[in-house]
Every structure is written in structure tokens, then in C-alpha cells.
């Protein structure tokens, strides 16, 4: 069974849409279930340099007092899935085309993508790491077994920048109109940080259907 993963890398709520999704899994061990990350593009009008993260939010959400308050709701979200969220490392909102790129590069040199996703999120989330900076792209590479020197003439070309547009214009087609997103067999689109049950329940319509 295949799954279909909209995300981006720099949502929470993505974070903690993988970890529901991965204890759902754990609830399916017979499923034989492929994961494809396919990138949602929430920002895609960043500079390639990103932003300052508390203008943006402020921008975004109104006021300080307001961030705290859903950031604090996020965070108590991510306690119930084992995620530290440290939002007051991050100090810069990233231009998110590079990571999702890593990602993809990442599936078709044999390294695990669900890890190289898992590790991008622990990168921004946890230690608020730049995830659009060439140099953490490249630390995670290296920890998951990809040359540096092939994945740093990668990034500095053009492969799979088109990628990273068709598959965030096909979400748009989809509907999705945020994420995380999930695209079942059927196809059966779902949408939100489902609890892991719920999510079960899809794994199994979706093992029914194939």
C-alpha cells in the first residue's frame, strides 16, 4: 500500500501529522505500507535567505500574544507524541524548497526518506537550525549516509526544483489547501494531524479498497 504524504518541512503540525501516522502504522504491523513525501509549499514567496521568524508570525498572526498563544497549543500537542518543540530557538522562517529537495534526493540514493524528514523536523523544531542553509542540509546528508560532495553539487544546481513546483501545484489540485495532507489508496484524501486511530481506520478502508 502506498501513502502520499503533503507536508512541508517547516509546519509543526506536519511534525506531529508523522509521528501520529507512524503509531497508526504501529497499530497496522501486517500492512506493507511505502511512504512518498510530497512537498506542500506554505511560504512559496520566501527569498532563498528566509525571513526573520517573529516578524513573520507577528505578520502572519496578528500579535505576539496571539503566536504564543497558538504556539503554545502546538506545543502541547507535540508533548503527546514525544516532540520538544523549541520554538524560541528558531530565529529565522526558512525558505523550505532546498529541504524538500534533500528529501527527494535522499529516496533515490538509498537513504531512508521517512529518517531524512524525521531529521529535518528534529533540525528546526528541536534545535532551530536554518533547514534552507546548505551547510545543515549537508550535516543531515552526511548522517544518513549521502556523499557530500554529490549532494552539495545537488543543491547548488537546479534538479528537482521543478519537482518541488508540480508536486505543490498538484496538491493545489487536489484541494489540499494545508498540512499535513494524506493520500490513501482509493484515492482517499484526508487532511489535518489525525489522531493515530483515526488514521488506522483509513489504513484500513484504504487495505480494503486495494
Not at 37 to 60: C, H, I, M, Q, S
Not at 191 to 203: K, N
Request: proline share 5%; with cysteine; net charge negative.
Amino acid at each position: 500500500m502506498d501513502i502520499e504524504i503533503i507536508y512541508d518541512t517547516v509546519c509543526p503540525w506536519c511534525y506531529i501529522g508523522k509521528r501520529r501516522l507512524d503509531q497508526a502504522l504501529a497499530l497496522r504491523p501486517n500492512l506493507n505500507v511505502t511512504t512518498h513525501w510530497r512537498p506542500f509549499l506554505l511560504n512559496p514567496e520566501l527569498p532563498p535567505d528566509g525571513v526573520d521568524r517573529t516578524a513573520y508570525l507577528v505578520k502572519k498572526f496578528g500579535s505576539e500574544t496571539r503566536v504564543r498563544r497558538i504556539y503554545g497549543a502546538i506545543g502541547e500537542a507535540g508533548q503527546s507524541v514525544e516532540i520538544d518543540f523549541a520554538f524560541e530557538r528558531i530565529q529565522k522562517t526558512p525558505n523550505s524548497v532546498d529541504s524538500h529537495r534533500l528529501v527527494k534526493y535522499a529516496a533515490r540514493h538509498g537513504a531512508a526518506a521517512d529518517a531524512v524528514v524525521e531529521a529535518l523536523f528534529v533540525a528546526y523544531f528541536v534545535h532551530g537550525l536554518d533547514i534552507g542553509e546548505e551547510q545543515v542540509l549537508l550535516d543531515i546528508g552526511d548522517r544518513h549516509g549521502l556523499g557530500r560532495a554529490d549532494l552539495r553539487a545537488y543543491l547548488a544546481g537546479d534538479t528537482d526544483l521543478e519537482a518541488v513546483t508540480q508536486d505543490n501545484a498538484r496538491a493545489h489540485r487536489l484541494g489540499v489547501n494545508g498540512v499535513p495532507s494524506f493520500v490513501f489508496t482509493g484515492p482517499m484524501v484526508i487532511s489535518g494531524a489525525q489522531e493515530p486511530q483515526i488514521l488506522a481506520r483509513m489504513l484500513d478502508a484504504a487495505a480494503s479498497a486495494a
